[in-house]
């Protein structure tokens, strides 16, 4: 027998009920209470990370409740500033319904003059400034303007993608894929000799430029940096799991090469598993 979905704003007010009373000061969970913005940001992080993996792999009982646990993470952000005075559930849900009507004209307003997506928000943008106050000129780099404030909520991965999309092609770019590959060289080498250097600050900052240029090789070629990180992540922990589950979970005093051995017999059984053999 087939179980009827149950009514999403019925659900939903559930829910908001629960985290409401997690942290109701009067009996509500001592953790939640002592939380905050800031302690709750790597939270948030790791369940948007979650809900990404569960869509790549099409699990789509993993990605509800992947999606649930995000949506806890919005509700308690919002619970805490309503308790604070500042804004509540309501007024999100208010600003982004009223930002989708006004970013989507043609949606909404069939008589509405055509206007770009950038445009929309370069206005709002300029409504912003002006109902702050603000008399200082526009700014002399707004290419880099809009990218600062586009990858500030990104992954810095996912960032480096969008600005090295963008410089591209604003004329900031290598005349071949020869180019990209000399400067990967280039990076790779500072990186080491940072290193044998003993100066980790400098070292992490070369580090940087190496991953930097790695993700424009990635967009001259089509290919998508986050994706082929998070399969090769996938991947080695299959093939760990495996390694560990041939030596009974005891990997400690195994020498380099009986650890190379099993990783390879692991790497064969996938490869055999993955062609029906």
Known sequence: MTVPNPDPLAALAELIAVVERLRDPEGGCPWDLEQTHTSLIPYLLEEAHEVADAIRHGDDRHLQEELGDLLLQVLLHARIASEAGRFD????AQGIATKLVRRHPHVFDPEAPARSWEQIKAEERAASRAAAG???PPSTSPLSDQLARQVRGQAALAGAMTISRRAATAGFEWDNLDGVWAKVQEELEELQQAVASGDRAHAQTELGDVLFTLVNVARWCGLE?????AGTNHRFLDRFSRVEA??????GGRSLGDLEGHWQAAKAQIRREQQGG
């Open 89 to 92: 559930l309501g007024a999100v």
């Open 134 to 136: 603000a008399t200082d």
């Open 225 to 229: 940096p986050e994706e082929g990180l």
């Open 246 to 251: 041939a030596l009974g979970g005891d990997l």
